[in-house]
Nanobody
Framework: QVQLVESGGGLVQAGGSLRLSCAAS????????VGWFRQAPGKEREFVAA????????GYADSVKGRFTISRDNAKNTVYLQMNSLKLEDTAVYYC????????????????????WGQGTQVTVSS
């Protein structure tokens, strides 16, 4: 069992930046692949970014590619999502998710592939 806690959300103007953190506790984090998802009001939850447990592979939704960067520090049991050039349409609740895996380089892009979820952190981008 692993518990996830997101932080770093807030209100930012369009064009600004935020860094989200996903801190894990309960078990060693370095055998868990992690993903970030988001859900805007009235919309379905969507994939944002993913990272393998080795940190060597990353993946992004087309809508955030080139603007967001996912990274991890396994020594700190934390995964980060650096969000730059934020747009109004990035407004959503952001969730991190994790799953154990024996494949150090594999990415998981679907929400149904994750077993553990955080409570979410609100990101609001204003004009």
């Amino acid at each position: 069992q692993v518990q996830l806690v997101e932080s770093g959300g807030g209100l930012v103007q369009a064009g600004g930046s935020l860094r989200l953190s996903c801190a894990a506790s309960g078990r060693t984090f370095n055998s868990y692949a992690v993903g970030w998802f988001r859900q805007a009001p009235g919309k379905e939850r969507e994939f944002v970014a993913a990272i393998s447990w080795s940190g060597g592979n990353t993946g992004y939704a087309d809508s955030v590619k080139g603007r967001f960067t996912i990274s991890r520090d396994n020594a700190k049991n934390t995964v980060y999502l650096q969000m730059n050039s934020l747009k109004l349409e990035d407004t959503a609740v952001y969730y991190c998710a994790a799953r154990g895996t024996a494949n150090s380089g594999r990415l998981y892009l679907g929400s149904s592939e994750y077993f553990y979820w955080g409570q979410g952190t609100q990101v609001t981008v204003s004009s």
